[in-house]
């Protein structure tokens, strides 16, 4: 008796894993398109925060350049999500019906070229913000160039 529960329940679980589950794909061959003449006059913008006094260095003003650099980073990674977008990866374990833990993790990844930066400045006393942007041209040609 305990044998045919545990490969029910077995069943029950495999069964529970698979519901909503979907196979994603990507085809790249329509992607080339996608910067076309409508999207060559948009300007993609993000802006990137770092905290001034987080960051190493011995001075305060090794602390406000190195808040300048990774807020300028931050900003490449915000611009980076737009462009290409973000990976999502979630789990959720369910225990007795009971949502015992649920986590997920989101990754970026790709390159962006012609970017500029806008605008770099301190917010209040602690934060340092950099501005970027990005035409819709220059990821075009970007994507030309990496493509051929």
């Not at 980076?80 to 989101?106: C, E, M, P, R, W």
Request: proline content about 2%; glycine content about 8%.
């Amino acid at each position: 008796m305990s044998t045919n529960i545990m490969i029910r329940s077995a069943l029950v679980v495999l069964l529970l894993s698979l519901v909503g589950c979907e196979t994603v794909s990507k085809t790249v061959s329509g992607i080339g398109n996608s910067f076309g003449s409508s999207n060559k006059s948009e300007t993609y913008r993000a802006t990137g925060y770092a905290p001034i006094s987080k960051q190493p260095g011995k001075t305060q003003g090794e602390r406000v350049i190195n808040a300048i650099r990774a807020s300028k980073l931050r900003a490449y990674q915000e611009l980076t999500a737009i462009v290409h977008g973000q990976y999502v990866s979630s789990s959720s374990t369910v225990q007795d019906q009971v949502l015992v833990n649920d986590n997920f993790k989101t990754a970026v990844a790709g390159i962006v070229r012609g970017a500029r930066v806008v605008k770099s400045y301190p917010i209040q006393d602690d934060v340092y913000a950099t501005i970027l942007e990005v035409s819709g041209s220059q990821l075009q040609q970007a994507w030309i160039v990496n493509n051929n």
